[in-house]
């Protein structure tokens, strides 16, 4: 009987702890083949853990040496109900458009492995997620990782890096700002290099800029569709 209740136990949740092995993902859970790709080629395949794949500190990053793209968001919101969505969302929704959707997403903090439909699974510090870039209406994909390195309550500021193993190498701030009539503004900044000039100049920040473009929209409607809390932690 107790065998069968930690059998039943495991099949109940999609939520894997105290596990930092990338082996232990059920890539059955992952919907993009290219994700489940990215995790074989960067984990099975050398037999990784998932601090393997963690940045290095954002503070190391020479902005002079890195290329440079910023948007400006505008929300007619108080900014601490703004702040609270960007904090309390699950990545699912966040990154679920018709160019990026989240695959699978691992806690440094909690030791976890979450899904799609995991619950409560809000950002957080240490956050390994990784995306899918879907381009060219479905003709080119992607896997993309990044790696939640900041989030400053006080200052309204979220930062995330690429993972080891990405093709760029870089972060993106969001920062939020409150404007003169009360409302908030959000500047996306992202600093970027990889090992192709080209691509850096004309390919990237192309297709970033519409990236980014649908991940604060997603959010913009989630705002203005649910009721958040206005209280930030």
């Not at 990237?204 to 409607?221: A, D, W």
Request: proline share 1%.
């Amino acid at each position: 009987m107790r065998l069968l209740f930690y059998i039943t136990l495991l099949l109940s949740t999609h939520t894997l702890y105290g596990q930092d092995s990338l082996r232990n993902i059920d890539v059955g859970m992952i919907p993009q083949k290219k994700v489940r790709l990215f995790i074989h080629n960067h984990i099975l395949a050398h037999h990784a853990k998932f601090s393997d794949l963690r940045v290095q500190s954002n503070h190391l990053i020479d902005s002079a040496s890195y290329c440079r793209v910023e948007q400006r968001f505008f929300l007619k919101e108080k900014i601490s109900k703004v702040w609270n969505a960007y904090r309390s969302f699950h990545p699912a929704e966040i990154w679920n458009g018709k160019l990026i959707t989240y695959g699978v997403s691992y806690s440094s903090n909690a030791k976890t492995i979450s899904y799609r439909n995991s619950q409560n699974n809000s950002i957080d510090t240490g956050e390994i997620i990784l995306l899918n870039l879907r381009l060219l209406k479905g003709t080119v994909n992607l896997a993309v990782g990044i790696e939640i390195t900041s989030i400053d309550s006080i200052n309204k500021c979220l930062e995330f890096c690429y993972i080891n193993g990405d093709i760029s190498q870089g972060l993106q701030r969001i920062q939020l700002v409150t404007t003169a009539e009360g409302y908030t503004q959000v500047i996306h900044t992202t600093l970027f290099k990889s090992k192709s000039a080209f691509r850096d100049r004309f390919i990237y920040p192309f297709f970033h800029r519409k990236t980014v473009s649908e991940f604060h929209r997603n959010i913009r409607e989630l705002v203005y569709s649910r009721q958040i809390s206005a209280s930030a932690t």
